[in-house]
């Protein structure tokens, strides 16, 4: 039970902080309540115009394919703390994994996936 002491102090620092944001929010924020402030844009101001119709998604690829290659990178911090311990298997497998992650890019590259026409 004792291995959990550093989880249960992190949880319960976390819900603290969670809380004490709350509370800050609730007595420092504040509190204009009408008809323009409700609106969930345009930061307080009556807004120039509705905007309804089509939005482009390229944006949201663009994010996606950023998250997807991020992610993916991370893995090369852990094994550049163990690259002496895992030797020439070690290199080639990374090799292999990045192959993948460049052939990846360069796919979204030619698709043109991060062009903004």
């Known amino acids: 039970m004792e291995h959990y002491f550093g989880l249960a102090l992190m949880a319960v620092a976390a819900a603290t902080t969670a809380a004490g944001m709350l509370a800050l929010h609730r007595w420092l924020g504040p509190r204009i309540s009408n008809r323009v402030h409700d609106m969930p844009f345009e930061c307080g101001n009556d807004p120039a115009r509705i905007v309804r119709g089509r939005f482009g998604v390229k944006f949201f690829l663009v994010a ?5 290659f991020d992610i993916e990178l991370i893995f090369l911090f852990p094994w550049a703390v163990i690259y002496r311990e895992l ?20 796919y979204s590259v030619r698709r043109g996936a991060l062009e903004w026409r």
Request: proline share 0%; aromatic share 20%.
């Open 64 to 68: 996606l394919l950023f998250v997807l």
């Open 87 to 106: 030797g020439w298997f070690g290199f080639a497998e990374m090799a292999v994994f990045l192959s993948v992650v460049v052939v990846g890019l360069v």
